[in-house]
């Protein structure tokens, strides 16, 4: 966390109603390796990835919280550096975190993000993202959990470990292997400090219930993000935004049609099938892509336009309930 700090003059970050902004101000000014400007420690090249990773989250429809807590992240260690430049003390902080929220609320996407960051931040040195769930942890004799659990930590060191469902590793109590898989990752958290990042992921209820089964975890993990259910508007967004970025457009009819799938399949969702959120407009526009092609294949003989191309009629948007939940279990 050391090194030149690049005058504020060339960088200018602000937040503004949970808007990221970093505005590089003439970067082309700097003509060679020697005079670059640094940035902790870094060169400012690295400043435009800095910058493609806050785009990226920016893009992302709502999760204020976590684009607060991203920009707190980032303010600590730009101060971290000046601080470091006038020799005041360097302190390092505890980035292990709690993801709390449904299916396809963003957060295995959050994380991901989060490891480019820190890495981009010189916090970690590598950046990458291993998603394990309990069975990758969990082994079948006494001493092989803690086996494959250590061997996953090795595999995480320099990025982040991510642990989805991670309150299924209290469900056995005390008897249960899933036991010796936590205590060997608090033991990894002491043994491997400040050289991986531990996010625990889960259903709100169960992970709160989790973090109580053991009264170390709380304090381990001072990071606890909440991703709240994304409302019909933020969902039609999304779905917007994921047409837009794979050259495809919608015509309003189209859009009523995919409004309306979305509020049914919110309604019918009951306690045993969590409706999932961006990842069930995700298979829903993919499906209406898929059904799009077939509609032109079987009605165009010629080349169809590029309108023809682009557009997705109402009638290409239709995803089964059953087909949304296999579909579900497949990404
Ligand atoms: N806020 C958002 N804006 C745009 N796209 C989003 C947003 N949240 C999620 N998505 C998209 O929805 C899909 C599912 O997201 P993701 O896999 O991150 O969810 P998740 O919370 O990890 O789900 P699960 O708990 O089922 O693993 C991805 O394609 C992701 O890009
Ligand atoms: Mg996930």
Request: glycine residues 6%; contains cysteine.
């Amino acid at each position: 966390m050391s090194g030149r700090v690049v005058p504020t003059d060339q960088i200018h970050i602000t937040k503004n109603a949970h808007q990221i902004n970093v505005v590089l101000r003439n970067p082309e000014v700097h003509v060679n390796a020697e005079s670059e400007p640094h940035f902790h420690g870094k060169p400012l090249s690295q400043q435009g990835q800095f910058g493609e990773i806050m785009k990226e989250l920016d893009r992302m429809v709502g999760l204020d919280q976590v684009k607060e807590l991203v920009f707190e992240i980032y303010a600590l260690l730009r101060i971290a550096g000046f601080r470091a430049e006038v020799g005041l003390m360097a302190n390092t902080q505890v980035y292990h975190m709690i993801f709390k929220g449904n299916p396809g609320t963003g957060k295995t996407t959050v994380a991901r993000i989060i490891a480019k960051l820190l890495q981009t931040m010189g916090v970690l040195n590598k950046g990458h993202l291993i998603e394990v769930e309990r069975a990758d942890l969990v082994g079948e004799y006494i001493g092989h959990t803690a086996l494959k659990t250590r061997e996953l930590v090795k595999k995480a060191l320099g990025g982040v470990l991510f642990i989805d469902e991670a309150y299924s590793l209290a469900r056995g109590g005390e008897k249960d292997f899933g036991k010796e898989a936590i205590d060997t990752l608090v033991k990894a958290m002491e043994d491997h400090k400040n050289q991986f990042i531990l996010i625990l992921a889960g259903y709100s209820n169960e992970m709160e219930t989790f973090m109580q089964t053991n009264p170390g975890l709380p304090s381990r993990f001072p990071i606890q993000l909440d991703f709240p259910d994304y409302s019909v508007d933020q969902l039609m967004q999304i779905a917007e935004m994921m047409i837009k970025e794979r050259d495809y457009a919608l015509i309003p009819q189209t859009e009523l049609k995919i409004r309306q799938q979305i509020v049914n399949e919110k309604q019918q969702t009951d306690t045993d099938t969590c409706f999932s959120n961006a990842r069930y407009v995700r298979n829903l526009i993919e499906k209406a892509m898929r059904n799009h092609a077939v509609r032109l294949l079987n009605y165009n003989t010629q080349q169809p336009s590029k309108q023809d191309l682009m557009i997705i009629r109402p009638e290409d948007v239709r995803l089964e309930r059953k087909a949304a939940k296999e579909n579900y279990k497949f990404l």
